[in-house]
């Protein structure tokens, strides 16, 4: 699942102020790739994971996934590409507080329209593959941080989608919760799904194989990250 991000800029208005958080960001992902994005706080990165992820449009530029130009399609378009192709994971986990684990991950079935039985099914086998089968029935407030993350990445990968973007999945979790989410992270690349990662951790960044370091809504580096390093140097260093 390829992404091609060209020149992308996003301006957001505070009273008069003009704030570019993306600031001509291009960038090219290729089918597979685990990446993580790092960079100071306000330097655009979830800006950059909401555009590239269809939740936000830019203000300028265009973004390719697969071949097609996002800015082409409908809203009811771009909807059904987030379902298909799209799985999201987020630092605070975004469950549904008086939902169920089971419940929590149908959701997304339910948008697309799946019947009962197998979006139960389906579901149960999610919750499975993320450890979590004998939890079916808690509340995300009976489950521990990791947990509740795992749920999340479940959810997320309920409608099998080739893209998982994850912003700061391990930002809440202490360091053994955090390791359990990068190994599952880690093997969904595996499987063949393109990962991309927000991340302030190095060690979490160390999971990875590509880096993009952002500063002031720009590309400040772009190569592979340390263990992935041929010759000592980063590849393609733009500082
Ligand atoms: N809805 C908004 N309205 C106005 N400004 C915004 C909005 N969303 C983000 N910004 C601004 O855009 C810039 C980039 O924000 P963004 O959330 O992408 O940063 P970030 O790199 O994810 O930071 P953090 O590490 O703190 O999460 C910041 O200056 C932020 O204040
Ligand atoms: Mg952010």
Redesign the pocket.
């Given at each position: 699942m390829a992404i091609e991000a060209r020149n992308l800029y996003?301006t957001?208005?505070?009273e008069d102020v003009e704030?570019?958080?993306?600031n001509g960001v291009s960038l090219t992902i290729e089918d597979g790739e685990f990446v993580s994005i790092m960079?100071?706080?306000?330097?655009?990165?979830?800006?950059?994971?909401?555009v590239i992820g269809c939740l936000d449009t830019p203000t300028a530029g265009s973004l390719l996934i697969d071949g097609q130009d996002t800015l082409d399609l409908s809203e009811n378009e771009l909807a059904d590409l987030r379902l298909q192709k799209i799985g999201f994971v987020f630092?605070a986990f975004n469950l549904i507080p008086r939902a169920s684990s089971l419940k929590n991950v149908e959701l997304p079935l339910i948008y697309a329209g799946v019947k009962t039985i197998e979006r139960r099914e389906r579901a149960i086998a999610a919750l499975e593959a993320v450890g979590l089968g004998d939890r079916l029935s808690s509340r995300p407030s009976q489950l521990s941080g990791g947990q509740q993350q795992r749920v999340a990445i479940a959810r997320a990968l309920i409608n099998n989608p080739g893209i998982i973007l994850a912003?700061?999945p391990t930002g809440e979790l202490d360091s053994k919760s955090g390791t359990e989410i990068m190994e599952i992270l880690s093997s969904l690349h595996d499987q063949g799904k393109t990962v991309i990662l927000?991340t302030?951790e190095a060690e979490v960044a160390e999971y990875t194989k590509r880096l993009v370091r952002?500063f002031d809504?720009k590309i400040v580096e772009d190569g592979p990250t340390t263990k992935n390093m041929t010759g000592g140097k980063r590849k393609n260093e733009l500082t």
């Open positions: 996003k957001y208005y505070l704030i570019n958080a993306l960079g100071q706080s306000g330097s655009g990165k979830s800006t950059l994971m909401h630092q912003d700061e927000v302030h952002l809504g």
